[in-house]
Nanobody, 126 residues
């Protein structure tokens, strides 16, 4: 069973930075496509960023381009999300997602991921 555990959330002021991490309990993490999604109160879950296995492809939501950076460390079975210049509208629960695949993909669709973490809260005050 694949388990994903997010960490690094918190309460920050607008303009600050945070680094989220997602640790995966798998043996072949290097073959998993990884993504980050978020869900704000009263809103649907939305795509934030994705990174294909092998690191060859990244994808970002327009709302976070230039501010957020997704990266992975296959030796540590982790995927990270560096968030700079945070805005109040970035407030949400952030979820890590994964799918093992032969095909490299940085999909923005939640349907393309099989495993999800429990989420970590990010709150940005104005």
């Amino acid at each position: 069973q694949v388990q994903l555990v997010e960490s690094g959330g918190g309460l920050v002021q607008a303009g600050a930075s945070l680094r989220l991490s997602c640790a995966a309990s798998v043996r072949t993490f290097s073959t998993y496509n990884m993504g980050w999604f978020r869900q704000a109160p009263g809103k649907e879950r939305e795509f934030v960023a994705a990174l294909a296995w092998g690191g060859g492809s990244t994808n970002y939501a327009d709302s976070v381009k230039g501010r957020f950076t997704i990266s992975r460390d296959d030796a540590k079975n982790t995927v990270n999300l560096r968030m700079n210049s945070l805005k109040p509208e970035d407030t949400a629960v952030y979820y890590c997602a994964a799918r093992r695949s032969l095909r490299q993909s940085s999909s923005s669709s939640p349907d393309d991921y099989d495993y999800w973490g429990q989420g970590t809260q990010v709150t940005v005050s104005s």
